[in-house]
């Protein structure tokens, strides 16, 4: 017995091997697939409605929050069953699309009036000059003065 009432043959236990990770049932690698699918649904929904006019801007909102919630539990799943690293990828990139959409779509909404005032005049304005004066007219009106 040693001082601190361990045998010497006892490894310390800071220095004991770390568990061996179980490979990942078939069935846990085809519930990852399952939240990748979603994952990307809810992206390509998000990418799909986020040109909507202004009071329906909310609903691609909506499905980008669920696609970062959905998306961290599928990297948590993807990392955690070792499905490969093709699907880490996806789901980091697709997430990191889901977290700069959300910004996006939270900073139109955030700015309800003046995103507002700029979707009605691009939708009157018929040349490129007029399109550009929209644009400068919204970003004057989101800046201080």
């Known amino acids: 017995m040693n001082n601190d009432g361990?045998?010497?043959?006892?490894?310390?236990?800071?220095?004991q091997p770390a568990p061996q990770k179980t490979p990942a049932t078939d069935e846990q690698k085809q519930s990852a697939r399952?939240?990748?699918?979603i994952f990307a649904a809810l992206v390509v929904a998000v990418?799909?409605?986020?040109?909507?006019?202004?009071?329906?801007k909310l609903v691609?909102?909506?499905?980008?929050?669920?696609?970062?919630?959905v998306g961290i539990l599928t990297l948590i799943k993807v990392?955690?069953?070792g499905t490969g690293p093709t699907q880490m990828f996806i789901t980091a990139l697709g997430l990191v699309a889901s977290v700069v959409m959300t910004l996006g779509l939270g900073l139109a909404?955030?700015?309800?009036?003046n995103t507002e005032k700029l979707e009605n005049c691009m939708s009157r304005a018929l040349t490129m000059q007029a399109q550009d004066e929209c644009q400068s007219e919204f970003t004057s009106g989101l800046l201080p003065r």
Do not use: F, K, N
Request: glycine residues 4%.
């Open 109 to 113: 909404v955030a700015t309800w009036d």
């Open 34 to 37: 399952g939240y990748l699918r």
């Open 79 to 81: 990392v955690r069953h």
């Open 47 to 56: 990418l799909l409605t986020s040109g909507l006019a202004l009071p329906w």
């Open 6 to 15: 361990r045998t010497p043959d006892q490894i310390p236990s800071p220095l």
């Open 60 to 69: 691609p909102l909506a499905l980008a929050v669920a696609a970062v919630v």
